[in-house]
């Protein structure tokens, strides 16, 4: 008899390829300067936090009585604050949601895990489209649940259909939908979503049971000019949202955020009891209360994405010139290049000869990729591109 749980035990040591990347960056930086780290591996928002919502945190803790500010709230999330977040998503998305329907979690990995607790029985399959935000995995599996891997459409980062339907079967719960995505910046089309409501309305029929969509929508306000990003529950019944504040308002270690629950989903008062259930088994007592309040202030009130919109305009025209193959920036805050040799890890352990950091896409389940995420100072991207054109001439 072991002293520990392995998994946890292999869960909590072994690093994320992207936070190894990250503290060899810290290292090297301490070596040569920071200014010459070129280090695009971590999606941390650089944006400052808006004004807006540094005053509204500022106003409530002067005015309001220090127990409702920090005292425990209803599980689900104080009442008034999901009035007003249901009213804003319906002014927004033309949606016909109440606060019943929303619940408040402490940011969107929170959002998703517990949406997978609550649906997940013994021998259930959620489905991820590749390339996937690698927590997908550990999350699906420390619900005993396992994850079935879409092999990517790599011309445009739009859902890989033929494959899709060939791994939708009986044991199918549910579907994971992550746009804009990480790591591609890819937003799936309104075509893309019709497409998937489609399937899954056939293939629920055709098994007896209702195939979830979870919608894990952290970047939905990062979607640059001519690019939509459709609301899922318009055009499925039965669709989860998770959201968070992290990307739109640069707060992501403040962890809050919510999951919708549709009236719409079959059987809603089972649904949104067993999210609760799952909740409360994964300890999340409550959201953070100030967040709570603060988003509630700020609900509605635009994200600045014109840094992001300028860095990857900059970076992707950067890469194409340098001779990269890449996907348009549609929204997010990442480019998912093809890598200059099929070993995307051999070429990432190239780049640091030129201290560019970058992650390999097999970690997303697309080898052959890199992921760089330019959510970082605009001078930065501009003194990496001429590195990343000495780069690609070691390839030619």
Same mark, same amino acid.
């Given at each position: 008899?072991?002293?520990?749980?392995?998994?946890?035990?292999?869960?909590?040591?072994?690093?994320?390829?992207?936070?190894?990347?990250?503290?060899?960056?810290?290292?090297?930086?301490?070596?040569?300067?920071?200014?010459?780290?070129?280090?695009?591996?971590?999606?941390?928002?650089?944006?400052?936090?808006?004004?807006?919502?540094?005053?509204?945190?500022?106003?409530?803790?002067?005015?309001?009585?220090?127990?409702?500010?920090?005292?425990?709230?209803?599980?689900?999330?104080?009442?008034?604050?999901?009035?007003?977040?249901?009213?804003?998503?319906?002014?927004?998305?033309?949606?016909?949601?109440?606060?019943?329907?929303?619940?408040?979690?402490?940011?969107?990995?929170?959002?998703?895990?517990?949406?997978?607790?609550?649906?997940?029985?013994?021998?259930?399959?959620?489905?991820?489209?590749?390339?996937?935000?690698?927590?997908?995995?550990?999350?699906?599996?420390?619900?005993?649940?396992?994850?079935? @891997? !879409? *092999?990517?459409?790599? +011309? /445009? %980062?739009?859902?890989?259909?033929? &494959?899709?339907? #060939?791994?939708?079967?009986?044991? =199918?719960?549910?579907?994971?939908?992550?746009?804009?995505?990480?790591?591609?910046?890819?937003?799936?089309?309104?075509?893309?979503?019709?497409?998937?409501?489609?399937?899954?309305?056939?293939?629920?029929?055709?098994?007896?049971?209702?195939?979830?969509?979870?919608?894990?929508?952290?970047?939905?306000?990062?979607?640059?000019?001519?690019?939509?990003?459709?609301?899922?529950?318009?055009?499925?019944?039965?669709?989860?949202?998770?959201?968070?504040?992290?990307?739109?308002?640069?707060?992501?270690?403040?962890?809050?955020?919510?999951? @919708? !629950? *549709?009236?719409?989903? +079959? /059987? %809603?008062?089972?649904?949104?009891? &067993?999210?609760? #259930?799952?909740?409360?088994?994964? =300890?999340?007592?409550?959201?953070?209360?100030?967040?709570?309040?603060?988003?509630?202030?700020?609900?509605?009130?635009?994200?600045?994405?014109?840094?992001?919109?300028?860095?990857?305009?900059?970076?992707?025209?950067?890469?194409?010139?340098?001779?990269?193959?890449?996907?348009?920036?549609?929204?997010?805050?990442?480019?998912?290049?093809?890598?200059?040799?099929?070993?995307?890890?051999?070429?990432?352990?190239?780049?640091?000869?030129?201290?560019?950091?970058?992650?390999?896409?097999?970690?997303?389940?697309?080898?052959?990729?890199?992921? !760089?995420?330019?959510?970082?100072?605009?001078?930065?991207?501009?003194?990496?591109?001429?590195?990343?054109?000495?780069?690609?001439?070691?390839?030619?």
């Amino acid at each position: 008899m072991g002293m520990v749980s392995e998994k946890m035990y292999e869960l909590g040591t072994k690093k994320s390829t992207i936070r190894t990347i990250f503290e060899f960056g810290r290292k090297r930086a301490a070596e040569v300067g920071e200014e010459n780290i070129f280090d695009f591996s971590l999606g941390n928002p650089n944006v400052p936090t808006p004004e807006f919502v540094k005053q509204a945190a500022i106003d409530i803790l002067r005015e309001m009585e220090p127990s409702a500010v920090h005292g425990y709230t209803v599980a689900p999330g104080n009442p008034e604050v999901r009035e007003t977040l249901a009213g804003s998503i319906n002014a927004r998305f033309g949606t016909k949601f109440a606060g019943k329907n929303l619940f408040l979690t402490a940011g969107a990995a929170a959002a998703i895990t517990i949406s997978f607790k609550a649906l997940a029985e013994p021998g259930d399959e959620f489905i991820a489209f590749a390339p996937f935000f690698p927590e997908y995995r550990c999350f699906v599996e420390s619900v005993g649940a396992s994850l079935v @891997v !879409v *092999p990517a459409q790599p +011309e /445009d %980062f739009q859902i890989n259909f033929t &494959a899709f339907e #060939g791994l939708v079967h009986a044991k =199918t719960k549910a579907v994971i939908v992550n746009s804009p995505n990480n790591p591609s910046g890819a937003v799936y089309s309104e075509q893309t979503i019709r497409r998937l409501a489609d399937i899954l309305r056939k293939k629920s029929k055709e098994y007896g049971h209702p195939i979830f969509i979870i919608s894990d929508e952290p970047y939905r306000e990062i979607a640059y000019e001519g690019y939509e990003v459709p609301y899922v529950t318009k055009y499925y019944e039965n669709t989860l949202v998770c959201y968070s504040y992290s990307k739109s308002f640069s707060l992501p270690g403040e962890r809050i955020g919510y999951i @919708v !629950v *549709p009236d719409e989903v +079959e /059987d %809603f008062g089972r649904i949104y009891g &067993a999210v609760a #259930g799952a909740a409360r088994v994964l =300890t999340h007592v409550n959201a953070p209360s100030l967040w709570q309040l603060v988003v509630a202030r700020c609900a509605g009130k635009p994200s600045d994405i014109s840094t992001y919109a300028r860095n990857g305009q900059m970076l992707y025209q950067g890469l194409i010139d340098a001779g990269f193959d890449c996907v348009k920036p549609q929204g997010a805050f990442y480019l998912f290049p093809k890598a200059l040799e099929e070993d995307d890890y051999a070429f990432c352990e190239r780049a640091k000869k030129y201290d560019l950091l970058l992650v390999p896409g097999a970690d997303f389940g697309c080898p052959g990729y890199f992921r !760089v995420a330019y959510c970082i100072k605009t001078e930065t991207i501009e003194r990496s591109l001429p590195l990343f054109k000495q780069l690609a001439a070691e390839y030619r």
